[in-house]
């Protein structure tokens, strides 16, 4: 067993977090303020290679696999979580084609997307339903050689801001339900496509989120990603992987959480001595610590099985898990220890207590992760 990063991993992270410091950090509260997508930075980050990295150089990447991309994930959610979803999922969807494209659709959609040019979305969510993957309503008819696809997306990354998105769709619903869904790219500008950017959310204000309508979108039959009827297998693939992505965003968070803690516990006096000479702030301090340690090393061997091509999809349901949670206690922790001070928006800490929630809602509600790990250890 061997524990230790590649000198790679390691430039790697230190590259990702001096690009956080230098382009993320300092437009971070104003993005949040002011709900900004930041197109700008994503293409610096595209032009730094840190964007898609985990895909091949013959597509784009650097091939890194998901470790490197976890770990500049981390790295840049430690600036800001908003962000940092705008640089590292800008690939978002682009899993899909990785895992069951063609060759063409990768030369045709994945080195624009590394280079920071083009952004995609995952268009999977729909109003009336987000947990139950197996109850989207969105049809796709074949007409020729075309397929016509209509229905309703919730919730997406993304949505007004890229090109173009990989939507979940049925085209047999005559079969059963897991074998009747189909994933087709779809460009972001075709005919009958309504795209409203959802405003107001809690947290990670910069990220882009919106509704999408399809009203008899029209796309050429070699848009089909993979097989026809093997949509739902390759969506739960996809988020087995994404999910310790997620995790990632979680740690970089926590980790910020606890670093400034440590910074403030410095600074502040209380009762004529630092805050952090208190054996109540130290324990904050400490099971912060711990569990962001815990939640690294899930997170990153979970990714590490993944690009070794023995996927523990158990485990990456557990980081995300353990990653929303920590996350939430960190932030609640880090918003304590900052006392009055941390209720307020000068203070990092208050955007980074309504980043943390969103961890426990998407790519599978903690419930979600739950009810999966549940069920594999009572089907044994
Ligand atoms: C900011 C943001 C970004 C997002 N980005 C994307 C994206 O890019 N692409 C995309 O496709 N989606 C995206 N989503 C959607 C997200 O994945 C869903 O919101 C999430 O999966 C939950 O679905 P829902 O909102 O429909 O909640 P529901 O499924 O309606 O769940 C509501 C509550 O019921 C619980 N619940 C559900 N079923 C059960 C059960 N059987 N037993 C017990 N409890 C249950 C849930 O855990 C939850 O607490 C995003 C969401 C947000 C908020």
Redesign the pocket.
């Given at each position: 067993m061997d524990f230790e990063l590649s000198n790679e991993m390691k430039m790697l992270a230190d590259m990702a977090y001096k690009f956080a410091v230098k382009e993320v950090e300092p437009v971070a509260q104003e993005a949040d303020e002011k709900e900004k997508y930041t197109p700008e930075i994503r293409k610096k980050a595209g032009a730094n290679g840190l964007i898609g990295c985990w895909i091949s150089e013959e597509y784009g990447g650097s091939g890194v696999g998901f470790l490197g991309n976890a770990i500049i994930t981390e790295q840049i959610s430690r600036a800001c979580m908003g962000i940092a979803l705008n640089v590292t999922a800008a690939t978002?969807g682009c899993e899909n084609i990785h895992f069951y494209g063609s060759d063409e659709q990768k030369r045709e959609y994945l080195p624009a997307i590394c280079a920071g040019e083009t952004v995609c979305?995952?268009?999977?969510?729909e109003p009336n339903?987000?947990?139950?993957v197996a109850g989207y309503k969105t049809r796709a008819v074949q007409d020729g050689d075309d397929y016509i696809i209509s229905g309703n997306?919730?919730?997406?990354?993304?949505g007004t801001v890229c090109d173009w998105m990989v939507v979940q769709a049925i085209t047999d619903p005559d079969e059963k339900v897991h074998r009747s869904f189909s994933q087709f790219i779809v460009p972001a500008d075709a005919p009958g496509i309504t795209r409203t950017k959802i405003r107001g959310?809690l947290g990670?204000r910069a990220?882009d989120?919106s509704e999408i309508a399809l009203d008899g979108v029209r796309v050429p039959g070699k848009n089909l990603i993979g097989k026809r009827g093997a949509g739902f297998y390759q969506l739960m693939h996809f988020f087995d992987v994404t999910r310790a992505m997620v995790a990632a965003q979680g740690l970089g968070l926590s980790q910020a959480c606890l670093d400034e803690s440590v910074k403030y516990c410095k600074e502040r006096t209380v009762f004529g001595k630092p805050l952090g000479s208190f054996q109540l702030t130290m324990q904050k301090l400490a099971e912060m610590w711990i569990r962001i340690e815990a939640l690294r090393n899930m997170t990153y061997k979970a990714c590490w099985l993944i690009d070794a091509g023995k996927p523990d999809y158990h485990l990456s349901a557990m980081a995300k898990y353990f990653s929303g949670q920590t996350a939430v206690f960190c932030a609640n922790l880090a918003l304590e220890i900052h006392g009055g001070y941390g209720y307020i928006e000068e203070y990092k800490v208050q955007k980074w207590y309504r980043d943390a929630k969103?961890l426990e809602?998407?790519?599978?509600?903690?419930?979600?992760e739950i009810?999966t790990l549940g069920k594999v250890l009572l089907s044994h």
């Open positions: 978002f979305a995952g268009a999977y969510t339903a987000g947990t139950d997306k919730m919730f997406i990354t993304n959310k990670i990220s989120t969103i809602l998407y790519e599978g509600t903690k419930e979600a009810m």
